[in-house]
């Protein structure tokens, strides 16, 4: 089956950092993804990991252990315009496989 | 470049009805999806074409949901009849290459929100 695993929902301070972490178990792996969706809005991509190790986007990064089926996506400095969603999707047989999504409400 | 397109972006029916949505993909792009998202959910793929072809249906209700993308561009979804529980929205989502290869991304379209009463 696939499992993919992330905590509903977060709190965090404007200018704070924040970690969502993302834990999966699928019967194949060829990739993972980091999508960001405002409320009534379209998912819009935000990283992709493929290779263990961290990838860094400016105020993003993207952490990826394949062994432990791991990920976790970073947030620097957090803005009000980060209150979002923020979805996890494991690549598969040229599919993506969502996670159900952490909510992220950053307050002033 | 124009992103993908979806219409109607709200749609509201009764239980046993049928309904249509339209979807344009990035132009050039092979690959388009079509996902369910439920709400507090994240995105549950339906339907998967490369070019006009059928490339994954599995978790596609085939017994009230039908898609079809005619001449490899638009495409399609229509349910009927619907039922209470096809309440959610529907994105359409297109991407240049079959295989995400490299990290190719998947580009979504805003998606539109079907109430079913």
């Known amino acids: 089956g696939q499992n993919i695993d992330q905590p509903t929902e977060m709190t965090a301070t404007e200018g704070a950092i924040v970690q969502i972490n993302c834990t999966y178990q699928t019967s194949g792996f060829n990739g993972l993804f980091w999508y960001q969706q405002h409320a009534g809005e379209a998912p819009t991509f935000l990283s992709y990991?493929?290779?263990?190790g961290l990838e860094e986007k400016g105020r993003f990064s993207s952490f990826l252990s394949r062994s432990k089926g791991y990920s976790y996506l970073l947030l620097k400095e957090l803005q009000m315009k980060d209150s979002a969603s923020y979805l996890c999707a494991v690549e598969h047989t040229d599919k993506l496989i969502f996670g159900t999504g952490t909510r992220l409400q950053v307050f002033p | 470049e124009a992103g993908v397109a979806q219409s109607p972006r709200y749609k509201i029916i009764e239980k046993r009805q049928s309904v249509a949505f339209w979807c344009n993909p990035i132009?050039?792009?092979?690959?388009l999806y079509w996902y369910q998202q439920i709400l507090g959910q994240g995105p549950k793929l339906l339907i998967q074409?490369?070019?006009?072809?059928?490339?994954?249906d599995s978790q596609l209700p085939k017994d009230r949901f039908s898609a079809e993308r005619l001449k490899g561009v638009d495409s399609t979804l229509k349910i009927q009849p619907a039922k209470l529980e096809d309440s959610a929205v529907y994105l359409c989502a297109s991407s240049a290459t079959p295989g995400l290869a490299g990290g190719d991304t998947q580009y979504f379209g805003p998606g539109t929100r079907l109430t079913v009463l």
């Open positions: 990991n493929v290779l263990d």
């Open positions: 074409f490369q070019n006009n072809g059928v490339v994954d």
């Open positions: 132009s050039g792009h092979a690959t």
